[in-house]
């Protein structure tokens, strides 16, 4: 029994420690969790994420699999239906596409098609995004993909308690979840994770940053680059607010509605291709809702519509930085 | 060669297979008359397979098949009424009208459902027979799909994944010889479909899925052996469809004459003959039809009395 009186304990963790936190927790908490994936169980995973966790919860329920993402993910939809609560780990967001069948087809249908009588409560716990070297078939950013699935949940975390309490989030959801982590995070800084406390629902953004002058919106990676930005702008006067977005599926709309109210300017920003984005939702939502209050055309700000050269530099020319977002929220201020 | 058989069985078998049979002819009617719409994929003439593997299993087992589907839900208890309610968009169908007749579940009778991506219901059967592993229940998984479907990766994948986990999962290709339209011996090289089983490490047989009692036979031995944690096994069921692939086909690209050797060897009419020559009186089988075509009529007056599905209703089910 958890003291109800005392707050749940903090400690350091990295993002990537986190994940692990939030898996060992859950593997105790939820008894009808499994956990599996390529090279996860004996060898850890291939970022180190889920070390100890086949030792802590034994064999049967943490465990390798052959390289069969279709198998992998149509196995976590048919133990969600019976009775189970499976986390499956896809090593790299783009392997995903090679097993999309039974992500889009088949657990966004589960519940739906069946009229309630069965439910697919599945995690996905996938990573994406672009690293210095990393090839166009592991560096892609599909969350956009999936976000425009219904029956699916789609979140992105940013932060070592995100990871943390998202993943606990989304295993205790009875809806299939994809949880898109970045690699890139994995082993930075520690930071201070509350940990124990109570599972929270699978939505929401938080207002990271306060500010009076226009709004920004991101999430995963690009939130430590919209922060630097964000540091930036206030050098010359200009108070950015900056909204990590932590689900894009379903959206907290009501948290973006009511700072662009305040702000009356928005720039999206994300490490996506732009066309078709999920920015791209957010501004025709904006627009439609707020266009009265907006005081400037809402802004995005993602990668200009290519494939990812695997050349750090070539990389570096494509992606989004601190500078970039200045730079973008500064057009924006001339316009207002 | 047609397997023994105990004259109860055989009835109950046939009072199975005429229900599934009516019951599919009704659907055509309705099809016909453009009160029910959109594809359906009948299967008339492969009763056998869905009452034999059926009759092998237990309650406790799940039963996972392709959009050709109708049969197996009738195999594993689900009634007439609510499978016709449903195909009728009626708020008493099994799925509320959500599934149709292509894509509908029944998981109240262990049918875990239709799927209409052919091969995709394997790797999804492997997930419930690793729930039973897990909970350690003695339940088995069934997994229906075409000869066509083993060209699928799906499939690959999912027999693997069951085979090196030793899950209790039981692969039934209903070979009609047909992917689809076209003949599934054009796109192998080899048509003895059983044998890729040896690949992964476990057993393959080839029957006459026409034949009910080895149908059953076969399937109770597989079953055995699955839920004794031998694992997996795959099962060709050879058999033909009488109809179209879906309502409307007009399967010009199947050879003259082969509808019509078809019909003497599909498994009604083979089970008539087998019981009536060790004894069985015509006027009885007749009853046995006669019974199942009341079944079914009286289920489809029921169903087309029920109200329609609710469209203020349309966005429920979407998220927990």
């Given at each position: 029994m958890r003291n109800e009186a005392s707050s749940p304990p903090t400690v350091q963790l990295s993002f990537g420690k986190s994940i692990n936190a939030a898996l060992s927790r859950a593997l105790v908490e939820f008894p009808e969790t499994i956990l599996y994936g390529e090279d996860l169980a004996k060898p850890g995973g291939v970022f180190g994420v889920t070390k100890n966790l086949q030792a802590e919860a034994g064999a049967l329920r943490v465990f390798d699999t052959p390289i069969s993402e279709t198998a992998m993910l149509g196995a976590a939809v048919g133990a969600a239906m019976t009775g189970l609560r499976p986390i499956v780990e896809i090593m790299w967001i783009d392997f995903s596409l090679v097993a999309m069948d039974q992500i889009v087809n088949q657990a966004a249908n589960v519940r739906y098609v069946s009229a309630g009588r069965l439910s697919a409560p599945l995690t996905i716990r996938t990573q994406q995004g672009a690293t210095p070297g990393s090839c166009a078939q592991h560096s892609q950013n599909l969350e956009a993909i999936y976000?425009?699935?219904?029956?699916?949940?789609?979140?992105?975390?940013?932060?070592?308690?995100?990871?943390?309490?998202m993943l606990l989030a989304a295993v205790q959801c009875d809806d299939p979840t994809l949880v898109i982590e970045n690699r890139a995070l994995y082993h930075t800084e520690a930071q201070d994770v509350v940990i124990d406390g109570p599972i929270e629902s699978a939505e929401g953004a938080h207002v990271v940053r306060k500010g009076r002058d226009l709004t920004i919106v991101t999430w995963g990676a690009m939130l430590h680059q919209a922060m630097a930005a964000a540091e930036i702008l206030k050098t010359e006067g200009t108070e950015a607010e900056v909204i990590n977005a932590r689900w894009i599926a379903p959206f907290d709309w009501p948290t973006l509605f009511s700072s662009v109210q305040r702000t009356r300017s928005l720039l999206v920003v994300h490490e996506a291709n732009v066309s078709g984005g999920f920015g791209a939702e957010i501004g025709m939502r904006v627009q439609a809702e707020l266009f009265g209050m907006l005081s400037a055309p809402v802004e995005r700000l993602g990668v200009d519509d290519c494939r990812m050269p695997a050349a750090p530099h070539l990389q570096a020319a494509l992606l989004p930085n601190a500078e970039r977002i200045a730079e973008r929220a500064r057009k924006l201020a001339r316009v207002m | 060669m047609t397997s023994p058989i105990d004259t109860n069985t055989a009835l109950a078998d046939l009072a199975a297979m005429y229900r599934i049979r009516h019951l599919e002819e009704k659907i055509t009617e309705l099809r016909k008359q453009q009160i029910i719409q959109g594809s359906v994929h009948l299967c008339i003439g492969q009763e056998a397979v869905y009452v034999g593997a059926r009759g092998a299993l237990t309650d406790d087992d799940r039963v996972f098949s392709t959009y050709r589907g109708h049969g197996w839900a009738m195999a594993c208890g689900v009634p007439a009424e609510g499978i016709l309610a449903e195909l009728l968009g009626r708020e008493t169908g099994v799925c509320r009208g959500r599934g149709g007749s292509a894509m509908f579940s029944a998981a109240d009778y262990g049918f875990y459902g239709e799927n209409s991506i052919v091969g995709a219901g394997a790797p999804i059967a492997c997930g419930a027979a690793l729930s039973a592993r897990v909970k350690h229940e003695p339940r088995v998984a069934l997994t229906a799909f075409g000869d066509g479907a083993m060209n699928q990766g799906a499939i690959h994948e999912a027999m693997n994944f069951a085979a090196y986990l030793s899950l209790p999962v039981l692969f039934v290709c209903e070979n009609n010889t047909y992917a689809e339209l076209t003949p599934i011996a054009e796109t192998v090289r080899d048509p003895e479909l059983h044998k890729r089983a040896a690949a992964y490490g476990m057993p393959g047989e080839r029957i006459d899925g026409n034949d009910v009692a080895a149908v059953r036979?076969?399937?109770?031995?597989?079953?055995?052996?699955?839920?004794?944690?031998h694992g997996p096994a795959l099962i060709e069921m050879m058999t033909q469809r009488l109809v179209g692939h879906y309502y409307g086909d007009m399967q010009s690209y199947r050879p003259r004459g082969e509808l019509t050797a078809?019909?003497?060897?599909?498994?009604?009419?083979?089970?008539?003959?087998?019981?009536?020559?060790?004894?069985?009186l015509g006027n009885?089988?007749?009853?046995?039809?006669?019974?199942?075509r009341t079944y079914i009529e009286s289920a489809a007056a029921v169903a087309l009395a029920a109200p329609m599905a609710a469209c203020e209703t349309v966005k429920e089910h979407l998220y927990a």
């Open positions: 976000a425009h699935v219904p029956g699916l949940r789609v979140g992105i975390p940013a932060t070592a308690q995100d990871a943390y309490s | 036979a076969c399937m109770a031995h597989h079953a055995h052996r699955a839920r004794e944690g078809a019909k003497q060897h599909e498994p009604i009419v083979r089970l008539r003959t087998q019981m009536l020559a060790s004894g069985t009885v089988l007749d009853d046995v039809e006669a019974d199942a």
